[in-house]
């Protein structure tokens, strides 16, 4: 007798509840789907009800409810996990918090092997080390998957392993265990590694090494990365874990399953129709950031002098005003901006809140991306052969623009932090080398497209080639299903 869907044993995918990561774990699920594979997703029910409205009516992803509740950790307000954008203050409370999902994650996966129906596998949070030890216990398969890069999330990592790292007064310092990273600025520190002493008593640090060890008890780690590009960082993690490291991007989620814009990605395309190829810088600063209102103004400024640039350019009311309000463009940007630039000269979009993001960096008008560094980002844009002009501002942030400028040279960066003292001058100048013919301009163009390159092979599969992203989610399912089969003997 065939077996009811709702009783055949699947993929358990369980991402850490924050859009950043649910979209690139749904974009995972569709992609193993594709392959066969029974997808349970699980997170909590505010998630859960979201995500009912974005799988595609073609998925028969299964979503399974846990319960949270944000009062179990001290500051967090209601609905937490239901917030677009959190203030920064509160993004580490809320990552501790997750850790008391773990008897009821438990009770899912006892449920399921009690029905008869065990997880094929666990692919958990990178957040969510400790869900491990459930797998183990329950003779299940478990994998990590990190949404972000290996270099960027190594240097990250790695900081928080090696704590306290300001031992000399110098400002610059190896990383102990990651040294080909090379040299690490204090500047590039996100305010959560600078705050932490690495000691006992800070609960970050216990948490982040706990968490990072924890990996090492997982059968292996998916990054959403790519082998040829990021081999540095994904070597870092297959030395300090001692596991498979499958890197199986880059894996994006497009269309009707992304959240939806103001302004439709028809309405962009027709307007990039209308301007030279290479013409158009896009500015964008990730799905939950903004700058100050003096960067903004300077912003503003460069993107009216920059010659022979026109612009697509995401904003959002600046730091120290509600993220989600209205916009107010009279107050915010140089006066006149919109009436000048945007309606008489016709040079910019912009854009309030969200924008079609990956449709306008497929057009072929767009010729640079500034853009904080984010890495569904930076391989959005790379995909495309798209160089970038880095303002990286948080996380592991600052080491992919290193990364990109230093490794792989696609990357200019031009302003560190929200805090930074960004110049018209400094913004033009180096939007200008980048759009426009300068030998650097024009090597970091190159270095994009052979990028470009390297990706669409990764991911190319046509029966006699299989690139090295499919043979890495081969080799990850193969594993999977190995496990099952040790575990029916
Ligand atoms: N994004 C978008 N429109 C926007 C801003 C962001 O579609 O106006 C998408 C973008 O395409 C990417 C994600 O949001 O897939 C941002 O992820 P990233 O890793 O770059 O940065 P994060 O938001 O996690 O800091």
């Not at 008391?100 to 666990?122: M, T």
């Not at 904080?372 to 303002?391: A, D, Q």
């Not at 230093?406 to 033009?428: S, T």
């Amino acid at each position: 007798m065939a077996q009811s869907k709702e009783n055949t044993p699947a993929i358990v995918m369980f991402p850490f509840m924050a859009q950043g990561h649910i979209i690139p774990f749904l974009a995972l699920s569709l992609q193993i789907e594709q392959r066969g594979f029974d997808i349970i997703f699980v997170n909590t029910p505010l998630n859960i009800k979201k995500l009912r409205q974005s799988i595609p009516p073609s998925s028969a992803i299964r979503l399974r409810e846990i319960p949270y509740d944000s009062s179990c950790y001290p500051g967090l307000p209601p609905a937490v996990e239901n917030t677009d954008v959190l203030p920064p203050h509160l993004i580490f409370p809320f990552i501790e918090s997750s850790i008391s999902l773990k008897p009821a994650f438990r009770h899912l996966v006892s449920d399921l092997v009690r029905g008869g129906a065990p997880p094929l596998a666990v692919v958990a949070d990178m957040f969510f080390g400790w869900s491990a030890e459930i797998a183990r216990e329950f003779g299940v398969f478990h994998a990590i998957f990190s949404s972000a890069g290996g270099f960027g999330i190594g240097c990250y990592c790695s900081l928080w392993l090696n704590m306290p790292h300001r031992k000399t007064n110098s400002p610059e310092f190896f990383l102990p265990d990651f040294q080909e990273a090379g040299l690490i600025h204090l500047t590039q520190l996100a305010p959560s590694i600078s705050a932490a002493d690495g000691s006992d008593t800070d609960t970050k640090s216990v948490f982040m090494r706990k968490n990072i060890l924890e990996w090492s008890d997982s059968d292996g780690v998916l990054f959403n990365s790519v082998e040829e590009l990021d081999k540095i960082g994904l070597d870092y993690f297959r030395r300090i874990t001692g596991r498979n490291v499958w890197p199986v991007g880059p894996i994006f989620l497009t269309g009707d399953n992304r959240k939806i814009s103001r302004i439709s990605p028809e309405k962009c395309t027709e307007w990039l129709d209308t301007k030279p190829t290479n013409s158009v810088l896009f500015v964008s600063f990730g799905s939950n950031n903004t700058i100050s209102a003096s960067q903004m103004m300077q912003l503003g400024r460069a993107l009216e002098r920059a010659t022979n640039t026109h612009f697509i350019w995401v904003v959002r009311p600046p730091l120290g005003f509600d993220i989600t309000a209205e916009f107010k463009a009279k107050e915010w940007l140089p006066e006149g901006f919109m009436q000048r630039v945007v309606v008489a000269q016709n040079r910019g979009l912009v854009v309030v809140q969200w924008a079609p993001q990956v449709e306008i960096l497929l057009h072929e008008s767009v010729g640079a991306f500034l853009t904080h560094c984010g890495w569904n980002s930076v391989l959005e844009s790379l995909s495309r052969g798209v160089p970038l002009i880095g303002w990286p501002m948080a996380a592991e942030q600052f080491f992919n623009a290193k990364f990109l400028e230093e490794e792989v040279g696609v990357c200019v960066e031009v302003a560190r932090g929200v805090g930074f003292e960004v110049r018209c001058e400094d913004l033009v100048e180096k939007i200008e080398m980048v759009m426009g013919e300068s030998e650097k301009g024009m090597e970091m163009r190159r270095k994009a497209g052979e990028v470009k390159k390297m990706i669409e092979d990764a991911v190319r599969d046509d029966g006699d080639f299989e690139g090295s992203s499919v043979v890495a989610m081969d080799e990850f399912l193969n594993a999977v299903l190995l496990k099952k089969q040790k575990m029916e003997e």
